[in-house]
């Protein structure tokens, strides 16, 4: 599967910003679908993810009640609503897609990634 991540951009702290992810290829291979972040120096994290059929979503605690995850089957496409955007929040953000997996949250638990969008949040 191939991933097309962008919509991100420099927002001020309190900010929104969506992102969006456009799949293409074998797409019916994917069971979950997640966003992930990496600030510089730092190991990439778990931002939220959702199952591909029936939209069950995950966050991390960082970003639940700020971030939405949402997904439209029918456009192949994941999106990533982000409102009151923090400094912190600052970091590329990468989609990704896999198969099955027990560990949904963790880098390991996809195959494919998209190339990154950068999201910066000034103070």
């Known amino acids: 599967v191939q991933l097309q991540a962008s919509g991100g951009g420099l927002v001020q702290a309190g900010g929104s910003l969506r992102l969006s992810c456009a799949a293409s290829g074998p797409t019916f291979n994917i069971y979950n679908m997640g966003w992930f972040r990496q600030a510089p120096g730092k190991e990439r994290e778990f931002v939220a993810t959702?199952?591909?059929?029936?939209?069950?979503?995950n966050y991390a605690d960082s970003v639940k009640g700020r971030f939405t995850i949402s997904r439209d089957n029918a456009k192949n496409s994941m999106y990533l609503q982000m409102n009151s955007l923090k400094p912190e929040d600052s970091a590329v953000y990468y989609c990704?897609?896999?198969?099955?997996?027990?560990?949904?949250?963790?880098?390991?638990?996809?195959?494919?990634w998209g190339q990154g969008t950068q999201v910066t949040v000034s103070s």
């Open positions: 959702i199952r591909w059929s029936g939209g069950i979503t």
């Open positions: 990704a897609a896999g198969g099955f997996s027990y560990t949904p949250t963790r880098v390991s638990g996809y195959n494919d």
